[in-house]
C-alpha cells in the first residue's frame, strides 16, 4: 500500500518565476491538504481539495493555487516566487466523509523549494 | 485567533530515559489534537491522537495527557530510544475539514 507520495524532492528557482508541485495521496483517500513548512517552524495550512475543488483555505495570497484531478491527486502552484516563498511545501492525505472527517492525515515527505 | 505553543524548544534526555513534552492551545472549543513526529528530510509522522472526551491516551512506549480545565496536553515517551531524535509538534484539528494548526515544535535530543 503506497504511501504519500510527492514530487520533485527538491526544486531551485529564481524569483518572478512559477512552480508546480505533485502529490498522490495514499491509497483509498480523496481528500488532500496542502502545508507551507518554513525552516524551524511549524507547518502552515494552505488550502484542502475534495471532490475536485478548493473545500478551505488557509491565509495564503492568490499566488498560490491548486488543483484536484478525478484520480485524487493534487497539485499546487505558486505563481510570482518570492524569496519567503523557500519553505518545504508537504502534502497530507486523508478520507472526508462530506462532512466529517473520517481518517487521520497522513503526509508525504515533502518538496524542498529554494527560490533565489 | 486559534494558536497551538510548546513550551520548550528543544529537550535533551538520556537514553533509556522517560521523555515528557508539553503543549498548550488557546481555543477551548477545540476537541481533537495530533502528535506527529518529524525526522530530518521527511514529512510529520503520526504518533497518537486524542479527543476531548478522553484524559489520556496510551500507545507502543507513547501516552497523550490532555488537561481541558489549563488546556495543556503532553506527550510522554517512556525508555527513550535514539530513533526517537526528532522534532515533536502537537496539532489541534480544526474543524470538520480537518485542517492541522501546528505548534513550533519541540526538538528531542536523545545522548547515549
Known amino acids: 500500500d503506497a504511501g504519500v507520495t510527492q514530487s520533485p524532492t527538491h526544486l531551485i528557482k529564481t524569483r518572478g518565476q512559477q512552480v508546480t508541485l505533485r502529490c498522490s495521496p495514499k491509497?483509498?483517500?480523496?481528500?488532500v491538504s496542502w502545508y507551507q513548512q518554513a525552516l524551524g517552524q511549524g507547518p502552515q495550512f494552505i488550502f484542502q481539495y475534495y471532490e475536485e475543488e478548493e473545500r478551505q483555505r488557509g491565509n495564503f495570497p492568490d499566488r498560490f493555487s491548486g488543483h484536484q484531478f478525478p484520480n485524487y491527486s493534487s497539485e499546487l502552484n505558486v505563481n510570482a516566487l518570492l524569496l519567503g516563498d523557500s519553505a518545504l511545501y508537504l502534502c497530507a492525505s486523508s478520507n472526508l466523509l462530506r462532512v466529517v472527517l473520517t481518517d487521520t492525515q497522513y503526509f508525504g515527505p515533502g518538496t524542498r523549494l529554494t527560490v533565489l | 485567533g486559534e494558536s497551538v505553543g510548546l513550551h520548550l524548544p528543544t529537550l535533551s534526555v538520556q537514553e533509556g530515559d522517560n521523555s515528557i513534552i508539553n503543549c498548550a492551545y488557546s481555543?477551548?472549543?477545540?476537541?481533537?489534537f495530533i502528535w506527529y513526529k518529524q525526522e530530518s528530510g521527511k514529512g510529520p509522522q503520526f504518533i497518537i491522537d486524542i479527543r476531548s472526551n478522553m484524559d489520556k491516551r496510551q500507545g507502543q512506549r507513547v501516552t497523550v495527557l490532555l488537561n481541558k480545565t489549563v488546556k495543556h496536553l503532553s506527550l510522554q515517551i517512556a525508555a527513550t530510544q535514539p530513533g526517537d531524535s526528532a522534532v515533536y509538534f502537537c496539532a489541534e484539528v480544526s474543524g470538520n475539514t480537518g485542517k492541522l494548526i501546528f505548534g513550533q515544535g519541540t526538538t528531542l535530543q536523545v545522548k547515549p
Open positions: 491509497s483509498g483517500h480523496d481528500t
Open positions: 481555543n477551548s472549543a477545540s476537541d481533537y
